[in-house]
């Protein structure tokens, strides 16, 4: 059986994930725990235009907007957009139509989807209605989407003190974003030599600092790294600190000692864990070695080699 | 209002975009192009007064990639440097006021994207009303498509006439080997409709970097300097069912405070994503056919995001610095459908 050769590029799956947690205003808790009750209200600019959905300050002159008006259901499509391959988040899974939508009552359009059966059962002006989410929080996604409902258009709106029980004071929007990390190429070819246990850095052509791990470029001579060099495997701890608390998935005992450590021939100390040596024995000068992982992969951590301790002239310049 | 101190654009580079560099990182990337207009003007990184970039870290999912690509600057010793999230157009901008404040004589500033790590159509999402508009990911075509329609139902363009301007961006950017998309090609179906495959830019990577200098020192660096004679930027409404999306007032205004209309420009670099929204903006500008629009074929041709604004200015430059235009507008966009808006004035000097 053949081995298969690992890809020329590196590649590693990369989600950034967050819950992304935001405060709301007086009129945006009126609007949005509006939502939750089935109610829309728009605000009243001083020119008398009904903005929906409401903001708190005027586009045009800037002045602070409070009077609160509800307004309809229903509405008219003022653009359309027919998607054919809805994405992840959006409000539906299956083709539908991007509107902007004037509620009855309302001079601006809302933003939302319309369940349609296709395009050619959209156009402009078409009248539409709400179809509320069977489960409301107080957010934009109250309304699951719009539908195609034949009525009348009116322009009546009343004015709402936009009180509510239990309003909503904020929201909170997860956000997920995949990608496909690749590292470029001085860090591909770095994470190759850990791979057979080197730690190669690369040199710098103008000042030939060694930067270990290379990422392609002297920060000094802003130029690009290019004779490889293999440091150590030992090294010497420059500084260090001593961690207390227990970070989030790590399934290491504190307390344990996290170093600076210039390996031997490099221009700038890595940093790692120290093991191997109860940690308040760690010291500055201290000779050390790395202890690979399981896999091979990458150094675990450092553990001393038992060699007498490096002067201080020797990486004073490396702190 | 003209500045009280000349600056100008000397130098332009960009790299050929693409649509993966999986084996470049980013300073891998910008390195050669912050090479390139160094070596056009001889200047050394210790020679800049003062170096901005844009960039944003959401493209490619790195955080801090901007403090990565630093290094391909050569900044240490610390220089006097600083960092826009948004497009380099705006990073531009930045160091113009710095150079008009007497404070620098030289400017660097670059910028840079790499879209093919994740997905620039989600990501673009991130940006929009985390209110009303975040929640419901609609992206940025989406969002365009939206636009285009309402021109379509307003009677200014039709299918054909968007068809025909991605058609001459293609075969424009024939003759720009940087270009990603070079040569026409078919219009394909829909993408979120009335929008097809051949109206949305491409999708890559790539990098651009500019030289700005003062007064003589200008002229010492650049036979021919395209003087930025005005530089105005400007914002719509935030809410998108406010605004009239078949108009662009904001680039209107910004053109009206660089001066655009004070006299005619012979060349446009328009930073129009789709073809839609080139019909906005020669509209808003009032660009008649004696103008040349984006003969380097435009964003529909390469749309490295962070970069494309940029491009823009300096593409504009590039032409008054070969003698190819001797007045020249340059537009940098920022936001879904248009919502923020640059517009540059360039100028070459009548040559001897
Ligand atoms: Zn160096």
Redesign the interface.
Known sequence: MKATPPPE?L?AP?V?EFP?T?S?GPV?SAF?TGLRERTVLGVRTETGEI???P?EYD??TAAELRDLVEVGVTGTV???????EP?????LATPFA???V?LDGAD??????LDAPG?EAVR?GLRVRIRWAAERSG???DIACFEPYDSDPVVEHRPHDGLFADSVTG?V?P?R???????????TRYLRGLAERRTVGERCPSCTKVYVPP??????????TTDRVEVGPAGTVTTFCIVNIKAKNADIDVPYVYAHIALDGAGLALHGRIGGIPYDQVRMGLRVEPVWSEDGRYPDHYRPTGEPDADYDTYKELL | MRPDREVAIVAFAQSDHRRRTDDLSEVEMVMPVLHEVLRQTGLKTSDIGFTCSGSSDYLAGRAFSFTMALDGVGAWPPISESHVETDGAWALYEAWVKLLTGEADTALVYSYGKSSPGSVRDVLTRQLDPYYLAPLWPDSVALAALQAQALLDSGTTDEPALAAIAARSREDAAENPHAQLRGARPQGGYVVRPLRTGDCPPIGDGAAAVILAAGDRARELCARPAWIRGMDHRIEAHSLGVRDLTDSPSTRLAAERAGAFDAPVDTAELHAPFTSQEVVLRRALDLDDSVRVNPSGGVLAANPVMAAGLIRLGEAAARIHRGDSDRALAHATSGPCLQQNLVAVLEGENRA
């Open positions: 590029i590649q990369l950034v992304f935001r709301l945006q949005l903005l929906v959905p903001v586009p045009a003022t653009t359309w957009a027919w998607n054919p994405r992840r988040g959006q409000p991007w509107v902007l004037r601006t359009a809302v933003l939302h989807a395009p402009t957010a934009i996604t929201i929007a956000a974003l995949d990608y496909t990390y690749s590292p470029g190429a001085a860090q990422r392609g470029a002297c920060p000094t001579c802003g130029i690009a």
